[in-house]
Structures are given as structure tokens and as C-alpha cells.
């Protein structure tokens, strides 16, 4: 199973700002002549050694959006503006003549997960779309989405044909190539849903957009059973711990808690997930050093590994 990251933002875009990329130029070009370097052939393993991708591009600007792949399955969860680079690369692949078929969960329909569906390239081409959701009107709020008022181009003026499938929380959903997938409710707004996908005995979970609150991290045993044994957890950890506080109700979490649940559910990895549009790379990447030091001080022993999901990377499971 090939997990990428499209869009790994919540909320809104968070494109890095002039000043910003010019900063990290400016340090990298810093240190490069610092450290002696004169032969343009090392200065990128250089800084691919020293620095993460976060730390010398970005975490990444767009809003949620996964791919999970394994031979005869393509399967998209939520419709970010991520999406829209997801189908640049299907176009230049398997869609770009039509005919393909591609599954299309959503967790729920808040703006940062559909806004870019409307940029999907598959759809003006004859592919087809199967549309999963727990929420009962999907189709209805999609279309919406692409009133006149708000977009030029209806729903059913796309070429694909889309296929809406209304699923039902805790019921398992086969997909091609042997594989099948699990929504469960999450705590959020307007209600979300998780997925648990599997293939070959190899797990992901998907459960971004789920308020996790400090004083319930011994409870959520649904949850726990949710993430039991798998081998990526994909966690909102949009919020600090002390946030995540002062925030309740606001429908999500922090790394922290999801370090409490992974433990708990003998996670392997946990990706930190939805990242705040207020907080630059270098807060994000500081996140994961206070959840890497609280995982080890609370949980040592344990084969749990912490990421930050990042843009454009992919996990192989
Ligand atoms: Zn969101
Ligand atoms: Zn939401």
C-alpha cells in the first residue's frame, strides 16, 4: 500500500509568503558558505542531510488530501486543494485517456476538505468517480459547492461520471484489488468520519478533523479500537496541548493526545496531521520535537514513530 500526501494544511491554503521563502534562501545560502562548500555538485546533499524538507522548503501550503494505492486501486481521501495536484499526476497517468476508476472518500465536507474538487482534471474526462460518504446529502452539499454563484462550471458538467455511495459508520466497504475499507464517527462540528483502509494485512487510519481533549486521553476507547495495531495513523495535531485546552469544541486535537492513542493502540507510525495556517515550518517542526520528547519520556520501549505528514511525500507500508 502507497500512502502520498497532497495536501497536509487545515483550514485554509497557507502558500509560504515572499518574505518567508526569501528567509529560508538566505539561511541555506548562509550556511552553505559557512560550511566551506565551493562545489555546487554538494551543496544539495548538503542540505538535504542538515535539513528536513520542512526545514529547507515547507511542510506544504494545500489543504487535506491523501492518495492510498496498491495494484488495481486508487483511493483519494477528501477533496482539498490538494487534490488538484493529485490530479495533474493521474492526468499524466492512468486518467489522461479516460476509463479510469477512481474512489473518493470523504470525512466530512467542511470547506478545507472539497474546495478543490472543482480543479479535479479526472472529472473533464470520461473517468468514474465513486463517491463515499456517511453524511446523507454528499451529492447535494457538492453541488452546492458549484452553484453559479460560487463557480462557473455545475457539477454535472463534468465528462466523469460520479457515483455517490451513502455508507454507514463501523461497516466495512470493499474495494478493488482486494482491499476494504472502515468509516467511524469522529468527534468534530457537523460530525466527521475516520477511515480505516486495509490491503494484505497492512492498516492505515485517516482520522483528521477529531477533538481528542487532554482530560479524555484515557477514554476514547473507541477510537483506540479504531486505530488497534495499525501501521500509519494519519492524526489531527492542528493544535499545541495548551491550545487544544483553551480550544474545546473547536473539533480538534493535539500531537500530544495522539501519542497517548497510537501508544495505547499499538500504532507503528503516527503522521501529525492538519497543520494550523498560523503556524509557520519552524513551529511545525517544533511540535514534533515536544512530541518526540514527550513520547520517549512516557512511552519508551515502544516502536511508535512520529513524522510530520509533509506535501508531496509518500510512505510505503
Ligand atoms: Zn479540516
Ligand atoms: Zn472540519
Request: charged share 20%; proline share 6%.
Amino acid at each position: 500500500m502507497q500512502v502520498k500526501f497532497w495536501g497536509v494544511r487545515g483550514s485554509i491554503p497557507t502558500p509560504l509568503s515572499p518574505g518567508e521563502v526569501e528567509a529560508k534562501v538566505i539561511t541555506m545560502a548562509e550556511d552553505v558558505v559557512s560550511a566551506g562548500i565551493t562545489d555546487p555538485n554538494e551543496v544539495a546533499g548538503y542540505l538535504r542531510r542538515k535539513y528536513s524538507m520542512l526545514q529547507r522548503a515547507t511542510v506544504g501550503g494545500n489543504t487535506t488530501c491523501v492518495s492510498v494505492e496498491w495494484p488495481g486501486a486508487t483511493i483519494i481521501l477528501d477533496a482539498g486543494s490538494g487534490i488538484r495536484l493529485l490530479g495533474e499526476s493521474l492526468m499524466d497517468g492512468p486518467c489522461g485517456n479516460g476509463g479510469t476508476e477512481l474512489h473518493l472518500l470523504f470525512s466530512h465536507t467542511h470547506w478545507d476538505h472539497i474546495q478543490g474538487l472543482p480543479f479535479f482534471a479526472p472529472l473533464f474526462q470520461r473517468n468514474i468517480l465513486n463517491i463515499y460518504g456517511c453524511h446523507d446529502d454528499i451529492e447535494k452539499r457538492l453541488r452546492y459547492q458549484q452553484s453559479y454563484d460560487y463557480f462557473p462550471i455545475p457539477l454535472e458538467s463534468f465528462l466523469a461520471e460520479l457515483k455517490f455511495n451513502q455508507c454507514v459508520p463501523d461497516k466495512a466497504v470493499d474495494l478493488p484489488g482486494g482491499g476494504r475499507f472502515i468509516p467511524h464517527k469522529l468527534n468534530h462540528p457537523g460530525d466527521c468520519y475516520g477511515y480505516r483502509i486495509e490491503h494484505e494485512g497492512k492498516v492505515m487510519v485517516f482520522a483528521t478533523d477529531s477533538e481528542h481533549s487532554p482530560k479524555d486521553r484515557n477514554d476514547d476507547h473507541d477510537v483506540v479500537e479504531f486505530f488497534r495495531d495499525a501501521d500509519l495513523v494519519i492524526f489531527d495535531s492542528q493544535y499545541t496541548l495548551e491550545e487544544s485546552i483553551i480550544k474545546e469544541d473547536w473539533g480538534h486535537s493535539s500531537a500530544i493526545v495522539g501519542v497517548d492513542l497510537a501508544a495505547r493502540a499499538n500504532v507503528k507510525q503516527l503522521a501529525l496531521f492538519h497543520h494550523d495556517p498560523s503556524y509557520p515550518d519552524s513551529f511545525v517542526h517544533n511540535l514534533l520535537m515536544k512530541a518526540n520528547t514527550y513520547r520517549h519520556s512516557n512511552y519508551n520501549g515502544i516502536p511508535l514513530k512520529l513524522f510530520i505528514a509533509t506535501e508531496g511525500e509518500t510512505i510505503t507500508l
